[in-house]
């Protein structure tokens, strides 16, 4: 019976190369891992499993047909092999590759929005890195469309999209101004004996929050546009 072994580099011996075998049974922990590898001149770092696990399709593509978690066992990836696989987007060579650097500080920015539940699978393209069109699910069907876009262009900005969270300001502080002003209009000097305390005030915040929040979910509120977070400049030679 056929048995699928896999081989990790363990440095060098007398008569050359030293490999380590996996048991199934270590393939299937492996499998199991909460962290990838990412090799580094440093040594290696890592990233959360799951947040690379949904673009095992896009690692087969890149890396021959190696599963993630055989490219685990033989050590990982690098910075701009794992920002590859997770924009599920080609492996950058030549004069498209920026740096190391780069990818290590956009793939960090992937995983920190991934924890915050911020979807980061969309792409858009811009010309002069201030407006960007677009919504693409994957790196180079932006890049692709990019070329018909702008035809005369030799390098053009993709970013990764994606809607922005609402934000507001409770004003609760001006809600007791109003009150106050307009019981000095009814009463005179008497109104200022009207006092709210500190907790009082921060509770009517809290009231206000859970009603724009209802008032969004009711009305069915989206936003009509997209935060581009980490446009970078690709070549279109």
């Not at 696990?53 to 896009?58: A, F, I, N, R, T």
């Amino acid at each position: 019976m056929s048995q699928l072994i896999i081989f990790q580099s363990g440095g060098f011996t007398n008569h050359g190369i030293s490999y380590r075998k996996y048991s199934p049974e270590e393939l299937e922990e492996i499998s199991k891992m909460k962290e990838f590898p990412i090799m580094t001149k440093k040594g290696k770092e890592y990233i959360p499993y799951d947040i690379i696990k949904p673009h095992e399709e896009q690692a087969l593509k890149n890396h021959c047909g190696q599963t993630l978690d055989r490219l685990a066992a033989r050590g990982g990836l690098s910075w701009s092999e794992a920002y590859a696989v997770l924009t599920d987007s080609k492996f950058t060579y030549r004069d498209q590759y920026i740096s190391e650097e780069f990818y290590e500080k956009k793939v960090k920015e992937i995983v920190s929005n991934a924890k915050r539940g911020i979807n980061m699978s969309k792409y858009c393209h811009s010309n002069d890195g201030e407006l960007y069109y677009g919504e693409f699910d994957t790196e180079q069907d932006a890049l692709e469309d990019a070329k018909e876009s702008y035809p005369g262009e030799s390098e053009i900005y993709i970013g990764t999209c994606t809607k922005p969270i609402f934000r507001w300001d409770s004003c609760e502080g001006e809600i007791i101004d109003s009150i106050k002003e307009n019981l000095s209009e009814d009463v005179g000097e008497a109104a200022e004996n009207f006092e709210v305390s500190v907790e009082q005030e921060l509770e009517l915040a809290r009231m206000i929050d859970e009603t724009v929040k209802a008032w969004i979910e009711q009305e069915e509120i989206e936003p009509s546009c997209y935060c581009v977070l980490d446009g970078h400049i690709v070549s279109l030679n």
